[in-house]
């Protein structure tokens, strides 16, 4: 065990370094040895014209690109590791990895023939110098922070969100394809009794927000109230959920939790179907696994002006009008709808759109949400704390499976309803 150099030559353009680390490999399983690969720092022009669409709107001057595009370069589980360049007999960390292009398969993995973005270490060497000097203060009993950089102004609440949130590997689902296991292991699903016997049924979705708070939507909880909250499904009738590549590579049994109440918006509006959120407390906290994670929520001024081309939305729902629930979770990417042409669809149907709807979904090729997937959440990978699953929606209402645009409740609308509404 050493130490690493720190870098601070701004510019490492042109330099080629090692990045190290235990991600996903060629074949798309977490790598058992600490792997290497040896990679060019290229420029950000070179880096932009490769892949607008991904780096377009991320890069500023805290990263860097490196990688070849010949399917040498990070991968999921490489996140936080380095980038190290050597100079004479010692190494220097020049960068740590933030992000990587997605695959267009929607399976959240890495695109192996793409550049990744690091952090660069050298624009931070200030505030390095800083936090290490604190650190050795605190051995003596006294802390003083100086030179400090302004933070975020505070929410009027407690945050009882947590800072490890939408970590993923890799209502309705019209047209969705099945999800990966572990790939959203922040999904829940909501248990009713049946009403001519004591039979489990699951309508509606939801998603898991820390270890005590489900999020879902209030047509969920009311007028038919339900009496737990599953957690960790992947298959719905399969006793064990397992990796159909590897039979070894299998999820622990799911968590069923009772629910300690309900909390639902006061100013919900059943007509325009606005403020269509409510919070589920559970009775105990859950255990986190693999298959059981929290997903983000936009907490920061940055995500909640967060202005996205697509989304992505899961759940057990039907899989047409008048099909069955689906035995799989689904997910489907849905292309961003604006408001105005959200309103245009929904005119006809007396519904008035406001600060707390918004539109995804366009109907083609039938990808879109249906009855069944009520509750579960709207979202996408973006940059927060690296590269995380942050929730935009909260799956609402619609047409016709398959029909038009979705209705989602705005959670960024809401972050001040939700976080006033939780208890630690």
Known sequence: VQPACINQEEDVTGQFGVAVGWGFTEDDDVSATLKAARMPVVSTTTCLEHDRDTFGQTLDSSLFCAGHTNGTTVCNGDSGGGLHVKRGNAWYIVGIVSFTAPREDQSLLCKKDSYAAFTNVANFVPWLRNVTELLSLAEQGSVTVRDGLDADPTHRYPNYLPRLCGNFLVSRIVGGTPAKLFEFPWMALLAYRTELSDNTEYNCGGSLINKRYVLTASNCVYPKTPFQVRLG????????????????????????????????????????????????????????????????????????????????????????????????????????????????????????????????????????????????????????????????????????????????????????????????
């Open 233 to 424: 499904e992947h298959v719905l009738n399969s006793y064990k959920d397992c990796n159909p590549n590897d039979a070894s590579d299998c999820a622990p049994p799911v968590q069923d939790v009772a629910i300690d109440y309900i909390v639902r918006h006061q100013q919900q509006d059943r007509r325009t179907k606005s403020n269509n959120i409510a919070l589920i407390r559970l009775t105990r906290e859950v255990s986190f696994d693999d298959h059981i994670q929290p997903i983000c929520l936009p907490v920061t001024p940055a995500l909640k002006e967060q202005k996205l081309q697509r989304y992505i939305v899961t759940g057990f729902g039907r899989t047409e009008l008048f099909g069955d629930i689906s035995n799989i979770l689904l997910k489907a990417t849905l292309p961003a709808v604006s408001t105005a042409d959200c309103q245009q669809e929904y005119e006809k149907f007396g519904i008035t759109l406001g600060e707390s709807h918004l539109c995804a979904g366009s109907g083609k090729d039938w990808r879109d949400t249906c009855q069944g997937d009520s509750g579960g959440p709207l979202g996408y990978p973006v940059r927060y704390n690296g590269v995380r699953f942050v929730q935009f929606g909260v799956t609402s209402f619609g047409r016709a499976c398959g029909i038009g645009a979705s209705v989602y409740t705005d959670v960024a609308n809401l972050m001040d309803w939700i976080l006033a509404n939780m208890q630690a």
